[in-house]
């Protein structure tokens, strides 16, 4: 898989609030997953965590009860790890929840490596996602390249370099306003349709 080195190499020059609007970007995109594949309570339950995330970002979120959240996925993710398949929905659901998670705990723990691991495990899910999809087709790369990168994680790559952007052109002083960041987020909702219609797609194939 061909990840978006370019853009995670530039996650150590940016600030805090960009890291953290990097992070929330990639979950928002990624929520589509759990809205294609969660029942309603358990979608809302993720629609709320992920809401606490962009309020978090907003200034409206408390360090003690973010950890706790943090924590208490920790202990429940590596409970769960072993019976889980990267083929089931348990496992995309389970990873779409992560992704959130990672987006709040950049805010209490800022850094690039929470950066990356938040984008790399987004386009791993992806990579799954569009690899199913083309039915798995066997692709001959030279050895140590990686395989070509399918549609949905070029549109998360595309994604990705709009967000650094649109947070580069901000002045370095400027704090992210809720205004620019309900807009960042609103830029965010024809890719996480599109995601959530793939694996809508994915799941419903016998």
């Not at 590596?78 to 950049?106: K, N, Q």
Request: aromatic share 6%; net charge negative.
């Amino acid at each position: 898989m061909a990840s978006n080195a370019a853009a995670y190499d530039t996650l150590p020059s940016l600030d805090s609030a960009r890291l953290a609007a990097f992070a929330l970007g990639c979950a928002e995109r990624g929520s589509g997953i759990f809205l294609a594949l969660a029942g309603q309570e358990e979608a809302d339950r993720l629609s709320s965590l992920l809401e606490r995330a962009w309020l978090a970002a907003a200034g409206e979120g408390d360090d003690a009860e973010i950890a706790d959240i943090v924590e208490e996925f920790e202990a429940r993710a590596e409970a769960s790890s072993d019976g889980t398949d990267s083929l089931d929905a348990a496992y995309f659901l389970l990873h779409a929840e992560y992704l959130s998670v990672l987006a709040l705990a950049i805010q209490i723990q800022p850094s690039s490596e929470l950066g990356e691991e938040t984008g790399e495990m987004l386009e791993n899910l992806l990579h799954i996602i569009d690899q199913r999809l083309s039915g798995v087709r066997s692709v001959t790369v030279a050895a140590g390249e990686p395989t070509p990168t399918g549609p949905l994680q070029q549109i998360e790559h595309a994604a990705q370099d709009r967000t650094l952007r649109a947070l580069a052109e901000l002045p370095g002083s400027d704090r992210l306003t809720p205004e620019f960041l309900t807009e960042l987020r609103a830029s965010f909702v024809p890719q996480r349709d599109e995601i959530a219609s793939a694996t809508a797609l994915l799941f419903s194939e016998p």
